[in-house]
């Protein structure tokens, strides 16, 4: 078996995928009668030792991996160009022809898998996870859900399609949401103002087909946890993120603990915003700015520029994870810039057979663009340090692992970015900016995961308690020293932007969990930085061959998320800002 070191060297500059050693070298995925005989040998294969056993299992990941790739790709296509109905229609075609016939068959082999007389062959500590895993698989799986799901997915891309064609008009010129967004950061509060109104206005447009989007999604999401026999989809949702680290009173304590620590913090700072931008009150438009009244920060101009500069960004880290980035650059993995008509957001899609992730971003020339693509970048490096694990399980951990992955990364590369700022005065607003947002990212969190409960503990609730229950929960958290005077009427809907709730719902406490860790991340790393960046590689090299207090632990930090911690974390955010 390889040590890390040669599994790095073999991995990150390698462009080919490795060898099939199931599938054709040249199998694509056409239609389901060229597939399914591939699952139905799987199925029927007869299996005399623990040695077969553990061949069935790699011939069955390589398969999973051949189609979660095909998939992958039909995705990044459908995201990249909203607008074309040929890529829409290829994945609409997976989710609707492909996934539905997938699925009977994924829980036949994992009773095939966990009813083998020699499961207890398999070492019981290389296993113990993935097998974990096909246990709860096995508990919740419900055929009745299949088409429901299938329903589900179409409607979630629905979604994408609302979101990606949103643009607005300002000076005559038609641009996407996220540029109008980067006149927030202008100096002239008059032009922030209009912006910040176009924008609200654009998604107050389509509030009512993305309340009624919701609404169907609430249903049929209900109803896949009933069939599943659940009281409601967010105990389903446990369940199917295999959350057996912590439960839903976990994430209760989590928002009062963000609630008693990390608002103070941000009120403070909002006070202090007020102050240096000496305003009598501030408005919604005040929040991005910088406060000395300086013109927005421009780090890049293209998304070849943000490419090459991130990547000496990475090679000063550590040569290794550079070369991540080269390999994805040289093998056309990323699509960086904004446009009409593409999807909104960002994401890195790993490519399970290649190894080799695509990065996708909307930039448009600002900080947030540096942040992001560093956050990419850092799930990126995930993928290259798990792509030589034996079984696709084992290179998809939980959020709350793959988030450190991407948001240590944001923390621990900041001692390398005059690459981008070459002023000594804009790399510290760059630094302080981006730290009141680490410290902004907890109420966010803790508002979109606390609505989430709230909408699946009471799903036949109407669209006004949807919209006044929102309300009450921004308010909890968010802004408290901003004045809404004349704006009520965009608050109530304000968690239609949020893209996880339409599409991963459930996913997003990951967030506030993982920044935790990755603030403790940099803290390792401040103190010894060749130590902290090693053991920040030796965790996210594990996969998901160890549960999630293991993979922290292999980190040098903890995973925990007590008001005690959370307020010694955020002490230490604090105390580097005032460093700057």
């Given amino acids: 078996m390889m040590n890390s070191t040669e599994l790095q060297?073999?991995?990150?500059?390698?462009?080919?995928?490795?060898?099939?050693?199931?599938?054709?070298?040249?199998?694509?995925?056409?239609?389901?009668?060229?597939?399914?005989?591939?699952?139905?040998?799987?199925?029927?294969?007869?299996?005399?030792?623990?040695?077969?056993?553990?061949?069935?299992?790699?011939?069955?990941?390589?398969?999973?991996?051949?189609?979660?790739?095909?998939?992958?790709?039909?995705?990044?296509?459908?995201?990249?160009?909203?607008?074309?109905?040929?890529?829409?229609?290829?994945?609409?075609?997976?989710?609707?022809?492909?996934?539905?016939?997938?699925?009977?068959?994924?829980?036949?082999?994992?009773?095939?898998?966990?009813?083998?007389?020699?499961?207890?062959?398999?070492?019981?500590?290389?296993?113990?996870?993935?097998?974990?895993?096909?246990?709860?698989?096995?508990?919740?799986?419900?055929?009745?859900?299949?088409?429901?799901?299938?329903?589900?997915?179409?409607?979630q891309q629905q979604y994408s399609a609302l979101a990606g064609a949103m643009t607005v008009t300002i000076d005559g010129e038609e641009m996407t949401l996220p540029r109008a967004a980067d006149r927030l950061k202008s100096p002239d509060r008059a032009v922030r103002e209009e912006a910040y109104r176009s924008i609200q206005a654009r998604r107050l447009r389509d509030a009512e087909v993305l309340d009624l989007l919701f609404t169907e999604l609430v249903a049929l999401r209900h109803q896949m946890a009933l069939n599943a026999g659940f009281a409601n989809f967010r105990d389903y949702m446990f369940a199917a993120l295999g959350r057996f680290d912590y439960t839903p009173q976990d994430c209760f304590d989590f928002h009062k603990a963000i609630r008693e620590t990390v608002v103070p913090l941000i009120n403070d700072l909002d006070l202090e915003r007020r102050q240096d931008l000496g305003l009598a009150e501030l408005r919604p438009w005040d929040?991005?700015?910088?406060?000395?009244?300086?013109?927005?920060?421009?780090?890049?101009?293209?998304?070849?520029?943000?490419?090459?500069?991130?990547?000496?960004?990475?090679?000063?880290?550590?040569?290794?994870?550079g070369d991540c980035l080269r390999t994805m650059r040289q093998m056309g993995q990323l699509d960086l810039e904004s446009r009409k008509g593409k999807a909104p957001g960002g994401y890195n899609y790993p490519l399970d057979e290649?190894?080799?992730?695509?990065?996708?971003?909307?930039?448009t020339s600002?900080?947030?663009?540096?942040?992001?693509?560093?956050?990419?970048?850092?799930?990126?490096?995930?993928?290259?340090?798990?792509?030589?694990?034996?079984?696709?399980?084992?290179?998809?951990p939980p959020s709350e692992v793959a988030e450190l992955a991407s948001m240590s990364m944001e923390?621990?590369?900041?001692?390398?970015?005059?690459?981008?700022?070459?002023?000594?005065?804009?790399?510290?607003?760059?630094?302080?900016?981006?730290?009141?947002?680490?410290?902004?990212?907890?109420?966010?969190?803790?508002?979109?995961?606390?609505?989430?409960?709230?909408?699946?503990?009471?799903?036949?609730?109407?669209?006004?308690?949807?919209?006044?229950?929102?309300?009450?929960?921004?308010?909890?958290?968010?802004?408290?020293?901003v004045s809404w005077k004349g704006l009520e009427g965009f608050k109530p809907y304000l968690w239609q932007k949020q893209l996880h709730l339409y599409e991963v719902p459930f996913y997003y406490i990951?967030?506030?969990?993982?920044?935790?860790?990755?603030?403790?991340?940099?803290?390792?790393?401040?103190?010894?930085?060749?130590?902290?960046?090693?053991?920040?590689?030796?965790?996210?090299?594990?996969?998901?061959?160890a549960p999630i207090g293991e993979i922290y632990a292999a980190a040098g930090i903890r995973f925990d998320f007590s008001t005690e911690y959370l307020r010694t974390l955020a002490d230490f955010v604090r105390e580097e800002m005032a460093k700057l």
């Fill in 287 to 321: 929040l991005d700015v910088d406060v000395s009244g300086k013109a927005p920060l421009r780090p890049f101009e293209t998304g070849e520029e943000l490419l090459e500069k991130t990547i000496t960004v990475f090679q000063s880290l550590d040569s290794y994870l």
């Fill in 510 to 545: 990951e967030y506030a969990m993982a920044q935790l860790g990755a603030i403790a991340v940099w803290r390792n790393y401040r103190q010894n930085p060749q130590e902290g960046l090693a053991a920040y590689k030796r965790a996210l090299a594990l996969g998901y061959t």
């Fill in 9 to 155: 060297a073999a991995s990150a500059t390698d462009t080919q995928r490795p060898p099939r050693q199931y599938l054709p070298e040249d199998f694509n995925v056409t239609a389901w009668e060229s597939l399914e005989p591939f699952f139905a040998e799987l199925r029927e294969r007869t299996i005399t030792s623990g040695a077969e056993l553990e061949r069935w299992l790699l011939d069955r990941s390589e398969l999973e991996a051949a189609l979660s790739e095909d998939l992958a790709w039909r995705y990044i296509r459908m995201t990249c160009d909203t607008q074309d109905e040929q890529s829409a229609a290829r994945f609409q075609f997976f989710v609707s022809a492909v996934e539905p016939n997938v699925a009977p068959y994924d829980h036949a082999l994992n009773e095939k898998m966990m009813s083998s007389d020699f499961l207890p062959e398999l070492d019981p500590q290389k296993y113990r996870v993935f097998l974990r895993s096909v246990r709860q698989a096995l508990q919740i799986y419900r055929p009745e859900n299949i088409p429901l799901k299938t329903e589900i997915s179409t409607k």
């Fill in 366 to 396: 600002s900080l947030r663009d540096v942040v992001t693509m560093l956050h990419e970048g850092g799930h990126a490096v995930h993928s290259f340090l798990t792509r030589n694990l034996p079984l696709g399980a084992d290179k998809h």
């Fill in 411 to 481: 923390l621990m590369s900041m001692d390398h970015w005059d690459v981008f700022f070459t002023n000594p005065d804009d790399l510290r607003r760059a630094k302080k900016t981006h730290l009141e947002s680490v410290l902004e990212t907890f109420p966010w969190v803790a508002t979109i995961d606390k609505f989430q409960h709230w909408v699946y503990e009471n799903p036949q609730h109407t669209e006004a308690e949807r919209h006044q229950r929102w309300t009450t929960i921004f308010d909890e958290f968010n802004q408290r020293t």
């Fill in 354 to 363: 290649t190894g080799v992730p695509f990065i996708f971003m909307n930039a």
